[in-house]
């Protein structure tokens, strides 16, 4: 009986070292991984401030929700897969630049980083 307590309590213990290994692995990758997160800039097809921005929050490397401005309740759900970022309901695909300041939208359009 005895054993079998030792067996379970360290069972548990690695279980607990393992879990507590992927959260810190996860924390440290997240800082570097959810660069989307805060206030975007539209411009425009001539490269122009459109005078739009959104929020987006990033709540895991590969999903976020972008909200407008002009009306915080309004939210669409994205996907971020390396650089490639897609917002569905807005039927715009993009792409993330390398300093992650900007995305460039298939529409022509772009949004900066502020």
């Known amino acids: 009986m005895e054993r079998n307590s030792l067996y379970i309590g360290l069972a548990i213990l690695a279980c607990l070292f393992i879990l507590s290994s992927l959260l810190a692995y ?29 929020r987006i929050t990033q709540s895991s ?26 917002i569905t309901p807005f039927k715009l695909q993009g792409k993330l630049s390398a300093n992650k300041k900007q995305i460039g939208w298939s529409d022509g359009t772009y949004w ?3």
Do not use: H, Q
């Open 112 to 114: 900066a980083k502020v």
């Open 61 to 86: 490397p590969t999903s976020f929700e972008v909200y407008d401005s002009n009306m915080p309740t309004t939210k669409a759900i994205g996907a971020i897969l390396n650089d490639s970022i897609t």
């Open 26 to 54: 996860y924390l440290r990758a997240g800082a570097d991984t959810l660069p989307l997160t805060g206030k975007w800039t539209l411009y425009n097809l001539k490269k122009e401030k459109a005078g739009y921005d959104w």
